[in-house]
């Protein structure tokens, strides 16, 4: 499985932007994809997960309402809707995949991961 991010840039504060996550290889509708972010020194954190199958979707608390993720099957492809960017926000944004299914919200349970992405909020 092979996981690769992009979409990331700089924006300024206020503005959106749309990650996309594209997975080649032997998927399973029961797969889940989580987005992460990581900020320079830290450990990476959890940001929002949806499974392939039901398409269902849990989110980190401080993202809920700004962010949105969805997967497009067709496209072996999951995006992550972020508005009303804030500078703090400012971090590499990574992409994985859970081969068990679960929501997961911590990076060891996630099996394959992208490079990641940089996004830079402007104030």
């Known amino acids: 499985v092979h996981v690769v991010e992009s979409g990331g840039g700089l924006v300024q504060a206020g503005e959106s932007l749309r990650l996309s996550c594209a997975v080649s290889?032997?998927?399973?509708?029961?797969?889940?994809m989580g987005w992460f972010r990581q900020f320079p020194g830290k450990e990476r954190e959890f940001v929002a997960v949806i499974r392939w199958s039901d398409s269902r979707t849990y989110y980190a608390d401080s993202m809920k309402g700004r962010f949105t993720v969805s997967r497009d099957n067709a496209k072996n492809t999951v995006y992550l809707q972020m508005n009303s960017l804030k500078p703090e926000d400012t971090a590499v944004y990574y992409c994985a995949a859970d081969r068990n299914g679960l929501i997961a919200t911590t990076p060891k349970e996630y099996d394959y991961w992208g490079q990641g992405t940089q996004v830079t909020v402007s104030s």
């Open positions: 290889g032997r998927i399973f509708s029961y797969y889940t």
